[in-house]
């Protein structure tokens, strides 16, 4: 059974960094995937924030681009088996719960419903 389980949030100020963790297991790696990160703030829908695929292609929300990373070390042979994302040049407005997913289907959808998999979650807080 896969199992996803998010590290590494915390509070910071602007402009500060933090490197968020997603331990995964469970996962056979035998076809193409594709993982990602999403964030939800009380009260509104659960939006992605970066994705990666099975063959490392990555997307961004714009919102974040050129402030945040993702990136893998996942493969059968790997001893880790995690996700990341470093945010950097962090603002106020990317305080929110953060979530990894992840599907086995290949296919990198952008809304929520098209990943099978999820982790409980790591709040992030960014103050002004």
């Known amino acids: 059974q896969v199992q996803l389980v998010e590290s590494g949030g915390g509070s910071v100020q602007a402009g500060g960094s933090l490197r968020l963790s997603c331990a995964v297991s469970?996962?056979?790696?035998?076809?193409?995937?594709?993982m990602g990160w999403f964030r939800q703030i009380p009260g509104k829908e659960r939006e992605r924030v970066a994705r990666?695929?099975?063959?490392?292609?990555?997307?961004?929300?714009?919102f974040v681009k050129g402030r945040f990373t993702i990136y893998k070390d996942i493969s059968k042979d790997s001893p880790k088996n995690t996700l990341y994302l470093q945010m950097n040049s962090l603002k106020p407005e990317d305080t929110a719960m953060y979530y990894c997913?992840?599907?086995?289907?290949?296919?990198?959808?952008?809304?929520?419903?098209?990943?099978?998999?999820w982790g409980p979650g790591t709040q992030v807080t960014v103050s002004s």
């Open positions: 997913a992840a599907n086995d289907g290949g296919y990198c959808a952008t809304g929520p419903d098209g990943y099978t998999f």
């Open positions: 469970g996962y056979t790696y035998s076809s193409p995937y594709c």
């Open positions: 990666i695929a099975s063959d490392g292609g990555t997307r961004y929300a714009d």
